[in-house]
């Protein structure tokens, strides 16, 4: 049977964007640890703290939407959804790298903040290295079987790897998401909300009963659920699903002027002004860009040099904290304290080193694994298939 080939315009462009925001994040966040001048001490210190999350809130929308798109496809395409196909495709777009950041973080990183320890003269790092000294079995056991967003609850940041949490989460959605595709596509909306109903719902028991009743292990339950964004994910599917199945009308209100416009503002409004459920309307307004940026007449985001960034993207979101490490930590070293040049090296450098280092991985790492995945693929996506 030919294998049929589908590509997303745009949705490479929202993945890059997504990965430098966290980048933006994560060295402003640093920058503010080491008591220099930051974004963090400014008006826009609640957008700036949000920015991370809410960029990986879009990672997460990404993922649910491309991940039931494709599951969906398969099983129109074939009359099946092969799982073991599914992990397999999975383990090799996502194993080799994670287990190599993981890696570094365990081994590389301890010894690099020992030997030079000019490079860990922040006290972050240098708590999150001292950390790994009493428990560092039980941690390298959450990483090595994807519960790195229990690490993180139990035993705070790992230098390094502390991004990994969101491909835990990821990694548990996927365990479970083709399972619910497969079995419940018939009745997939009515499953999805009943799936954002219970994950809301076994996280309000969790912190009201573990609270009330000062139990522990629920606390950490509840803490672990915030991390486990399903809800996310499965707004993104509706919209997966929405566009397979409506795609001719959802396309007319994709493409009108005055949706954009509203459904820009809000996520921009969002982006900026937060509350309790805004992350929840904040997913429904990525779903709608996720969906607007692939039809024709949607928000025009095709762009060549993000279209190359987002395929990297992945390398990017997972090499930049070690890269940021290093930058930052030798132009402390050097003394660079003249605000101006302080803040062009640190951007130039960690960016330019960061997009350097992920295309070297992606291009002589990742892209071995990445050929071998497509003879698990019954629907070819991506790159592969890219115009």
Request: with cysteine; proline share 4%; glycine share 6%.
């Given at each position: 049977?030919?294998?049929?080939?589908?590509?997303?315009?745009?949705?490479n462009?929202?993945?890059?964007?997504?990965?430098?925001a966290?980048?933006f994040?994560?060295?402003?966040?640093?920058?503010?640890?080491?008591?220099?001048?930051?974004?963090?001490?400014t008006?826009?210190q609640?957008?700036?703290?949000?920015?991370?999350?809410?960029?990986?809130?879009?990672?997460?929308?990404?993922?649910?939407?491309?991940?039931?798109y494709?599951?969906l496809?398969?099983?129109?395409?074939?009359?099946?959804?092969?799982?073991?196909?599914?992990?397999?495709?999975?383990?090799?777009?996502?194993?080799?790298?994670?287990?190599?950041?993981?890696?570094?973080?365990?081994?590389?990183?301890?010894?690099?903040?020992?030997?030079?320890?000019?490079?860990?003269?922040?006290?972050?790092?240098?708590?999150?290295?001292?950390?790994?000294?009493?428990?560092?079995?039980?941690?390298?056991?959450?990483?090595?079987?994807?519960?790195?967003?229990?690490?993180?609850?139990?035993?705070?940041?790992?230098?390094?790897?502390?991004?990994?949490?969101?491909?835990?989460?990821?990694?548990?959605?996927?365990?479970?998401?083709?399972?619910?595709?497969?079995?419940?596509?018939?009745?997939?909306?009515?499953?999805?909300?009943?799936?954002?109903?219970?994950?809301?719902?076994?996280?309000?028991?969790?912190?009201?009963?573990?609270?009330?009743?000062?139990?522990?292990?629920?606390?950490?339950?509840?803490?672990?659920?915030?991390?486990?964004?399903?809800?996310?994910?499965?707004?993104?599917?509706?919209?997966?699903y929405?566009?397979?199945?409506?795609?001719?009308?959802?396309?007319?209100?994709?493409?009108?002027?005055?949706?954009?416009?509203v459904?820009?503002?809000?996520?921009?409004?969002l982006?900026?002004?937060?509350?309790?459920?805004?992350?929840?309307?904040?997913g429904?307004?990525?779903?709608?860009?996720?969906?607007?940026?692939?039809?024709?007449?949607?928000?025009?985001?095709?762009?060549?040099?993000?279209?190359?960034?987002?395929?990297?993207?992945?390398?990017?979101?997972?090499?930049?904290p070690?890269?940021?490490?290093?930058?930052?930590g030798?132009?402390?070293?050097?003394?660079?304290?003249?605000p101006?040049?302080?803040?062009?090296?640190?951007?130039?450098?960690?960016?330019?080193?960061t997009?350097l280092?992920?295309?070297?991985?992606?291009?002589?790492?990742?892209?071995?694994?990445l050929?071998?995945?497509?003879?698990f693929?019954?629907?070819?996506?991506?790159?592969?298939?890219?115009?």
């Open positions: 049977m030919a294998r049929k080939a589908i590509f997303f315009n745009g949705l462009e929202l993945r890059a964007i997504a990965a430098f966290v980048v994040h994560h060295i402003e966040s640093y920058k503010h640890r080491s008591d220099r001048a930051s974004l963090f001490d008006p826009l609640s957008f700036i703290e949000n920015l991370g999350y809410n960029a990986v809130w879009l990672f997460f929308v990404l993922s649910g939407f491309l991940i039931t494709l599951l496809a398969e099983h129109e395409n074939t009359g099946r959804i092969s799982i073991r196909d599914f992990y397999i495709r999975r383990t090799l777009r996502i194993w080799p790298l994670y287990f190599l950041i993981v890696a570094l973080a365990f081994f590389a990183m301890p010894i690099l903040a020992h030997q030079l320890p000019q490079l860990a003269d922040e006290q972050y790092v240098q708590q999150c290295v001292e950390s790994l000294d009493g428990n560092w079995w039980v941690r390298l056991f959450l990483f090595l079987f994807f519960l790195p967003n229990l690490a993180l609850i139990l035993y705070g940041p790992l230098a390094g790897a502390t991004q990994t949490w969101s491909i835990g989460s990821e990694e548990q959605f996927y365990v479970v998401w083709p399972l619910i595709v497969r079995f419940f596509r018939r009745r997939l909306p009515l499953t999805l909300l009943i799936v954002i109903l219970l994950k809301m719902l076994l996280l309000v028991l969790a912190f009201g009963v573990g609270a009330r009743y000062e139990i522990p292990a629920l606390e950490v339950l509840g803490k672990f659920l915030l991390t486990l964004r399903l809800e996310l994910m499965a707004i993104g599917a509706f919209g997966a929405g566009l397979l199945h409506y795609r001719s009308y959802l396309a007319d209100r994709l493409s009108s002027r005055p949706w954009k416009l459904m820009l503002s809000l996520v921009a409004a982006l900026i002004w937060q509350f309790s459920i805004s992350y929840l309307i904040l429904i307004g990525f779903a709608y860009v996720t969906m607007s940026v692939t039809v024709d007449g949607g928000i025009p985001l095709q762009n060549p040099w993000l279209d190359r960034l987002g395929r990297i993207s992945y390398g990017i979101y997972m090499y930049h070690i890269v940021i490490f290093l930058v930052c030798t132009v402390h070293w050097l003394g660079i304290d003249d101006l040049l302080y803040n062009v090296i640190i951007y130039t450098v960690v960016v330019s080193a997009v280092v992920s295309s070297l991985s992606y291009r002589f790492f990742e892209a071995a694994f050929r071998m995945k497509k003879r693929s019954t629907i070819l996506s991506g790159d592969s298939v890219k115009p």
